[in-house]
């Protein structure tokens, strides 16, 4: 085996890595629990906060509730999807596949005049959910980048490491 094979063979896919770092347990961690949380206000306090509001606001309420549900479940599934990836449960490339199934672009909340008549712990709810979603998108992009970008990148050492052996090789 040449010196490059073997060194392409011992390659480290930091995309194929990721789901087993501790920022991935982490993020899996925030999103489990903001969803629990979620879920927990808009079945207890979040009802009566509701009830409270002017019709107006109250439909705001319905929506944007309906809009974090919708956006958590998203995110809920696609952190499910990688934590079968990092027990071994599938391989990134059958979670690439699954993951066309996830909308990790849910819609956007309303109009910022419109957010600040809900109660205040919905609309911290909807904006850490918004930061999760960022996270989310973030390590997508970075997890589920094709071979050829990341070929086309290659390895940013190679031409430091060239110019240093042309150096010493005069």
Not at 43 to 57: F, I
Not at 64 to 71: C, G, I, K, N
Not at 127 to 143: A, G, N
């Given at each position: 085996m040449s010196d490059r094979s073997h060194g392409e063979a011992a390659l480290v896919h930091f995309s194929e890595r990721l789901t087993n770092s501790a920022a991935f347990g982490a993020l899996f961690r925030e999103g489990m629990d903001l969803v629990e949380e979620t879920a927990a206000y808009?079945?207890?306090?979040?009802?009566?906060?509701?009830?409270?509001?002017?019709?107006?606001?109250?439909?705001?309420?319905?929506?944007?509730?309906?809009?974090?549900?919708?956006?958590?479940?998203?995110?809920a599934s696609w952190l499910l999807l990688h934590r079968a990836v990092k027990e071994g449960e599938m391989t990134l490339i059958q979670a690439n596949r699954e993951k066309t199934k996830v909308k990790l672009s849910a819609a956007d909340p309303s109009p910022d005049d419109m957010l600040l008549k809900l109660p205040?712990?919905?609309?911290?709810?909807?904006?850490?959910?918004?930061?999760?979603?960022?996270?989310?998108?973030?390590?997508?992009?970075?997890?589920?980048?094709?071979?050829?970008?990341?070929?086309?990148?290659?390895?940013?050492?190679?031409?430091?490491?060239n110019r240093l052996k042309a150096a010493f090789e005069r």
């Amino acid at each position: 085996m040449s010196d490059r094979s073997h060194g392409e063979a011992a390659l480290v896919h930091f995309s194929e890595r990721l789901t087993n770092s501790a920022a991935f347990g982490a993020l899996f961690r925030e999103g489990m629990d903001l969803v629990e949380e979620t879920a927990a206000y808009l079945d207890g306090v979040g009802r009566s906060e509701a009830k409270a509001l002017d019709r107006s606001v109250s439909l705001t309420y319905a929506t944007e509730s309906m809009r974090l549900t919708t956006r958590l479940m998203q995110l809920a599934s696609w952190l499910l999807l990688h934590r079968a990836v990092k027990e071994g449960e599938m391989t990134l490339i059958q979670a690439n596949r699954e993951k066309t199934k996830v909308k990790l672009s849910a819609a956007d909340p309303s109009p910022d005049d419109m957010l600040l008549k809900l109660p205040q712990q919905l609309q911290d709810l909807i904006v850490r959910s918004m930061t999760l979603q960022s996270k989310v998108r973030r390590l997508d992009v970075t997890i589920h980048a094709s071979t050829i970008e990341r070929a086309a990148i290659g390895n940013p050492l190679v031409p430091q490491l060239n110019r240093l052996k042309a150096a010493f090789e005069r």
